[in-house]
């Protein structure tokens, strides 16, 4: 089992920036790829970036592409998001997901493993 907990959400205002980390237990999660996804209140959730088990490759959705940031840090088992130049549409709730294999997946189900989520609000 991996138990993962999000840390770093809150209030910033239309521009600003924040980091999310994800600090992962049980298992060590450098062959894992991982994945930021998000929930927004009556919406479904939606993938966020995503990052490679090997090799440190990596993918964005379409709205954060060249504002958010995927990394890791295998030594630390710690998954990051720095999100800049933040906007209204980016409030959510964020979690983070470990996937079994090292393949990234863009799919929310093809995850095995979440953290319980941290709320991020961006105020216009």
């Known amino acids: 089992q991996v138990q993962l907990v999000e840390s770093g959400g809150g209030l910033v205002q239309a521009g600003g920036s924040l980091r999310l980390s994800c600090a992962a237990s049980?298992?060590?999660?450098?062959?894992?790829?991982m994945g930021w996804f998000r929930q927004a209140p009556g919406k479904e959730r939606e993938f966020v970036a995503a990052?490679?088990?090997?090799?440190?490759?990596?993918r964005y959705a379409d709205s954060v592409k060249g504002r958010f940031a995927i990394s890791r840090d295998n030594a630390k088992n710690t998954l990051y998001l720095q999100m800049n130049t933040m906007k209204p549409e980016d409030t959510a709730v964020y979690y983070c997901?470990?996937?079994?294999?090292?393949?990234?997946?863009?799919?929310?189900?093809?995850?095995?493993?979440w953290g319980q989520g941290t709320q991020v609000t961006v105020s216009s």
């Open positions: 997901a470990a996937k079994a294999t090292g393949l990234i997946s863009t799919t929310a189900n093809e995850h095995n493993f």
């Open positions: 990052i490679s088990g090997i090799g440190g490759g990596t």
């Open positions: 049980g298992r060590t999660i450098g062959n894992f790829a």
